[in-house]
């Protein structure tokens, strides 16, 4: 069992900057990958971004390549994903995941054991 809480989003203005933060708790942190999805509302939750147990291995959307970075902190058991030059396209749902199958992650959301509850991202024009 993997329990995870989303924290850091709100509201900024387009070109700024937030940290998601996930903190997890329950199974050893380094045994399973992480990834972060969104949603907004009428469309599928779609990829973000992951990272892989070790941490070594890190994978983007196209859209985000260049603005955003995942991590993982194995001491404090947690995930963060890092938003910079945010566009009102980003706003939405953001949600992390556990991956316990995968050693580095996924870009499906299928393949995800565990859910946050997530947290909102909006951006101004």
């Known amino acids: 069992q993997v329990h995870l809480v989303e924290s850091g989003g709100g509201l900024v203005q387009a070109g700024g900057s937030l940290r998601l933060s996930c903190a997890a708790s329950g199974r050893t942190f380094g045994s399973y990958a992480m990834g972060w999805f969104r949603q907004t509302p009428g469309k599928d939750r779609e990829f973000v971004s992951c990272?892989?147990?070790?941490?070594?291995?890190?994978r983007y959307t196209d859209s985000v390549k260049g603005r955003f970075t995942i991590s993982r902190d194995y001491a404090k058991n947690m995930v963060y994903l890092q938003m910079n030059g945010l566009k009102p396209e980003d706003a939405a749902l953001y949600y992390c995941?556990?991956?316990?199958?995968?050693?580095?992650?996924?870009?499906?959301?299928?393949?995800?054991?565990?859910w946050g509850q997530g947290t909102q991202v909006t951006v101004s024009s």
């Open positions: 990272i892989s147990r070790n941490g070594f291995v890190r």
């Open positions: 995941a556990a991956d316990l199958h995968h050693e580095m992650g996924s870009v499906s959301k299928d393949d995800y054991d565990y």
